[in-house]
C-alpha cells in the first residue's frame, strides 16, 4: 500500500502498538457499533475542553498541527494494519470535529449566545451526516493516498459541517 511518502517518516520509527493505539483513540475505535460516532463524540469533547478557549490564530495553528499529526499517525497505522481506513481508525474524525466550529468559539461567540450545548450536537450532527454520506466529491478525498486520505474526507465533512452550521445560525440569530 503506497503511503504518504517521505512526509511522515517519523510516524514509521514509533512502535506499532503505540500508532495504532494512538489512531483508535485506544478502546474508542474498537467498539463495536458506530466507532466513527464514538470517536466524533471524543472530537466534541476535545472542542468543548481544548478549542473552544483558543484565539482564533491558536485555533488554526493547534488545528493544523492535530492534523498533520492524525495523517502521520494514521498513515502509518494502515501500514501496521495493512488495511485501508478501517473503521477503528477514529483520530480522523477526532481531529476533524473541533473544526466544525470554526470561527463559531470563544466567550461571546455563536456557540455561547446561541445556546452552548444544543449548537454542539447541532454540529456534532451535521458533521456525522457529511461523514456517512459524504456528499459534493468528499468520497472521492479517501481515495488519496494514505493517511492524507483518511484523514481528508473528515475534514471536508468538518468543513461542509461548519459551513451549514454558520448559515443556520446566523439565520436564527437574524
Not at 22 to 47: D, E, F, H, N
Request: contains cysteine.
Amino acid at each position: 500500500m503506497k503511503a504518504g511518502g517521505n512526509k511522515f517518516f517519523w510516524s514509521r520509527l514509533l512502535p506499532p502498538n503505540l500508532v495504532v493505539t494512538a489512531a483508535t483513540l485506544g478502546p474508542l475505535g474498537r467498539v463495536k457499533r458506530a466507532p466513527g460516532t464514538v470517536g466524533s463524540l471524543a472530537g466534541l469533547g476535545l472542542y468543548a475542553v481544548v478549542f473552544h478557549h483558543l484565539t482564533p490564530l491558536g485555533y488554526l495553528i493547534f488545528g493544523g498541527l492535530l492534523v498533520y499529526g492524525a495523517m502521520a499517525l494514521c498513515d502509518a497505522a494502515e501500514r501496521h494494519l495493512r488495511m485501508r481506513d478501517p473503521g477503528m481508525i477514529v483520530l480522523d474524525e477526532f481531529v476533524a470535529v473541533p473544526l466544525v466550529f470554526l470561527g463559531l468559539n470563544g466567550p461571546g461567540g455563536m456557540v455561547e449566545t446561541m445556546g452552548g450545548w444544543p449548537v454542539l450536537m447541532g454540529g456534532f450532527a451535521l458533521f456525522r451526516i457529511f461523514d456517512i454520506l459524504k456528499p459534493f466529491g468528499i468520497s472521492r478525498l479517501q481515495s488519496m493516498p494514505g493517511g492524507v486520505g483518511c484523514v481528508a474526507d473528515d475534514l471536508a465533512a468538518a468543513l461542509a459541517a461548519c459551513a451549514v452550521l454558520h448559515v443556520v445560525l446566523y439565520w436564527f440569530a437574524a
